[in-house]
């Protein structure tokens, strides 16, 4: 494998919640996705999921509270728990989850993007 500049990376898209597979490691996959606004509300029922920022600012609703998210900060939303990430513009983060972990769980939206359509970059 190759080193993996992760700004570089972040610069080959534009798209909003459309995470770009970058590396796998032990069943694990390590996504960025760019994000503004709201995602949706979901969940995952045998994943947790790990969220980096990088820049901006992201916000994880859970039902018990808010979990604010600047640079350099990271949240582990733990599996079953529901969730709706909601991003400042131009917010850029990582995820790091299962390769099993559908992007919005059990919820079908015009955002979702399905596994199989997921990019590596």
Same mark, same amino acid.
């Given at each position: 494998?190759?080193?993996?500049? /992760?700004?570089? %990376?972040? *610069? ?8 770009? #597979? ?5 069943? !694990?996959?390590?996504? @960025?996705? %760019? ?7 979901? %969940? ?7 969220? @980096? ?9 859970? !039902? *018990?509270?808010? #979990? ?12 079953? #728990? ?13 995820? /790091?989850?299962?390769?099993?972990? *559908?992007?919005?769980?059990? /919820?079908?939206?015009? /955002?979702? @993007?399905? !596994?199989?359509? !997921?990019?590596? #970059?």
């Amino acid at each position: 494998m190759s080193r993996i500049n /992760i700004n570089e %990376k972040f *610069a080959l898209f534009d798209e909003e919640w459309t995470p770009k #597979i970058i590396a796998e490691s032990n069943g !694990q996959l390590v996504k @960025i996705a %760019k994000g503004s606004g709201e995602l949706v509300w979901h %969940k995952h029922d045998n994943e947790d999921e790990l969220f @980096i920022v990088f820049k901006g600012q992201l916000t994880l609703k859970l !039902q *018990a509270g808010n #979990i604010v998210l600047n640079p350099g900060e990271m949240y582990i939303v733990p599996k079953g #728990i529901e969730h709706c990430p909601v991003a400042k513009p131009d917010t850029h983060f990582m995820m /790091i989850e299962p390769a099993s972990t *559908a992007h919005t769980g059990e /919820i079908e939206t015009t /955002i979702t @993007i399905s !596994q199989d359509k !997921q990019e590596w #970059i």
